[in-house]
T-cell receptor
Framework: KQEVTQIPAALSVPEGENLVLNCSFT??????LQWFRQDPGKGLTSLLL?????REQTSGRLNASLDKSSGRSTLYIAASQPGDSATYLC??????????FGQGTTLQVKP | GAGVSQSPSNKVTEKGKDVELRCDPI?????LYWYRQRLGQGLEFLIY????????KSGLPSDRFSAERTGESVSTLTIQRTQQEDSAVYLC???????????????FGPGTRLTVL
């Protein structure tokens, strides 16, 4: 059974810092990995999708890497801003497309 | 263009009543997913529709839960005889056609917050 773990559960940093969020999964037979952000009381916003054959994806200040064989992904956020404060979720999909989610990392960026 | 929409945004019901939650996927998206997020817990997969294939119902927690989808359009999630443990945010997502061994990015709606008193 696929399990997804995110570390740390919560993170507080001053504005401007670069930071890394970690995601690990137990079954390396994934089709893709997707990072989302969730703001309080809101739905999920897709940030990055990495196909299983890819090693990384970049969007603006965000960079996500995937090491499928070791079951790990990282989300790197450069020059963090208060507007980045949210919960970040990692999810993997197998051969059915349904997503298995981690518990999330709650990020607070202080001005 | 329009994203995934869900209605109602909030629903308060009494224990034992039936509820229907609606999801309008992005036009042209053949895959549709329902997930649930209970307070303090992660998102759980409930059910998945892909085109005209039989739905994957493996995540439905009990036979009180059912879902329908008409073609590649609207989906309705029905919970019969609601219980307090059904209180959660119910999220719907859609994605484009599965092709070439690659599942596509899922786009989520804002969710329906269900409270069972």
């Amino acid at each position: 059974k696929q399990e997804v773990t995110q570390i740390p559960a919560a993170l507080s940093v001053p504005e401007g810092e670069n930071l890394v969020l970690n995601c690990s999964f137990t079954d390396s037979a994934i089709y893709n990995l997707q990072w989302f952000r969730q703001d309080p009381g809101k739905g999920l916003t897709s940030l990055l999708l990495i196909q299983s054959s890819q090693r990384e994806q970049t969007s603006g200040r965000l960079n996500a890497s995937l090491d499928k064989s070791s079951g790990r992904s990282t989300l790197y956020i450069a020059a963090s801003q208060p507007g980045d404060s949210a919960t970040y979720l990692c999810a993997v999909s197998g051969n059915t497309g349904k997503l298995i989610f981690g518990q999330g990392t709650t990020l607070q960026v202080k001005p | 263009g329009a994203g995934v929409s869900q209605s109602p945004s909030n629903k308060v019901t009494e224990k034992g009543k039936d509820v229907e939650l609606r999801c309008d996927p992005i036009s042209g998206h053949t895959a549709l997913y329902w997930y649930r997020q209970r307070l303090g817990q992660g998102l759980e997969f409930l059910i998945y529709f892909q085109g005209n294939s039989a739905p994957d119902k493996s995540g439905l927690p009990s036979d009180r839960f059912s879902a329908e989808r008409t073609g590649e359009s609207v989906s309705t999630l029905t919970i019969q005889r609601t219980q307090q443990e059904d209180s959660a945010v119910y999220l719907c997502a859609s994605s484009p056609h599965y092709s070439g061994g690659a599942y596509n990015e899922q786009f989520f709606g804002p969710g329906t917050r269900l409270t069972v008193l």
